[in-house]
């Protein structure tokens, strides 16, 4: 009796640890290019979202910077007294500090995840130091166009003619370290930012694939863009009170806002407390959380695409 052929087994299909191991073995320089092109095209496409921030925690009872508290009316000011272009204003400084300090950020956070992780995908500790590391290095490139961007983001770009004009000023009247006056709490705020930002995406990532496996191939982008979004949301809320110290240690003295007798962040908080109350500490969060959401989706697809470009360049 003639015997029913047996089917050809075929390979499993590739788990999304697998996957994830065969994209991330690139290059340092690769994964520098991808993480550039990642950061400028976020921060670009979400910039004017990112004025209207700093325009709202910039202010205070005693900055006449008149901006309400709610996005609405925040847009509104800004448009009648400046018009569209407003909104722009202070992307060249973004554009010079976007891409380095993202190409750090992501080959750091790579490396290190590597080396922390010792191969294991799961290993949430390993992804929060990573990205810890990650920002030290990216906010030490980043923070000094920041700080130039937000002065040139308030309203008359605080007299400032420019990028290199307002570095000039800055250098000639408050020294190198006005550059450096936000660091710490940049880094104070980004170092819990990240940690959360990066074990979010990671673990939404792979919920998002053990839901649907098919959409380790077909559905990718999708699949970063979605934990991305709720990774930068969860982040951005939590913290929004030491942005908006930030925002005030590296925008005081302009157009009349607050000058702090020191770089201390338990002084400025201090001072916004007694000035606006509690509320002042989350001044802008809405308009943070509408940038950190859809900027890390698109931020997460793009650096993944990158390095699928890099992955498949590699095979060729």
């Given at each position: 009796m003639?015997?029913?052929?047996?089917?050809?087994?075929h390979p499993p299909p590739l788990t999304a640890t697998e996957v994830s191991t065969t994209r991330n073995s690139l290059r340092f320089w690769q994964l520098m290019v991808a993480g550039s092109v990642a950061g400028s095209v976020e921060h670009m496409a979400m910039f004017p979202i990112d004025t209207v921030k700093t325009h709202m925690q910039a202010r205070s009872s005693s900055c006449?910077?008149?901006?309400?508290?709610?996005?609405?009316?925040?847009?509104?000011?800004?448009?009648?007294?400046?018009?569209?272009?407003?909104?722009?204003?202070?992307?060249?400084?973004?554009?010079l500090g976007a891409g380095p300090a993202h190409a750090v950020y992501f080959s750091f956070y790579e490396t290190c995840k590597k080396f922390l992780s010792r191969g294991n995908p799961n290993n949430a500790s390993a992804h929060a130091v990573s990205g810890v590391c990650a920002t030290i290095a990216s906010d030490a490139v980043f923070t000094p166009m920041d700080m130039v961007k937000q002065r040139l983001q308030l309203s008359g770009g605080g007299g400032y003619n420019g990028v290199w004009d307002c570095v000039k000023?800055?250098?000639?009247?408050?020294?190198?370290?006005?550059?450096?006056?936000?660091?710490?709490?940049?880094?104070?705020?980004?170092?819990p930012f990240t940690a959360v930002h990066f074990v979010s995406y990671e673990a939404a990532k792979r919920a998002l694939v053990e839901v649907s496996p098919g959409s380790v191939d077909d559905g990718r982008l999708i699949v970063h863009a979605t934990a991305g979004a709720a990774a930068g949301a969860?982040?951005?809320?939590?913290t929004t009170p030491l942005d908006v110290v930030k925002t005030q240690l590296q925008?005081?003295?302009?157009?009349?806002?607050?000058?702090f007798k020191s770089g201390s962040i338990g002084d400025v908080f201090k001072t916004i407390v007694k000035k606006d109350g509690y509320r002042g500490l989350i001044r802008g969060?809405?308009?943070?959380m509408l940038f950190h959401a859809p900027a890390?989706?698109?931020?997460?697809?793009?650096?993944?695409?990158g390095k699928t470009f890099f992955h498949e360049f590699n095979q060729s």
């Open positions: 003639a015997t029913e052929p047996r089917p050809v087994p006449p910077i008149k901006t309400s508290l709610t996005v609405r009316q925040a847009v509104g000011s800004i448009l009648k007294s400046n018009g569209p272009s407003a909104l722009y204003r202070g992307i060249g400084a973004m554009g000023r800055v250098l000639r009247e408050e020294g190198f370290g006005a550059f450096y006056a936000s660091y710490r709490t940049t880094v104070l705020m980004n170092a969860l982040a951005a809320s939590v925008c005081q003295g302009v157009s009349g806002c607050d000058r969060w809405i308009p943070r890390a989706a698109i931020c997460w697809s793009t650096y993944e695409a």
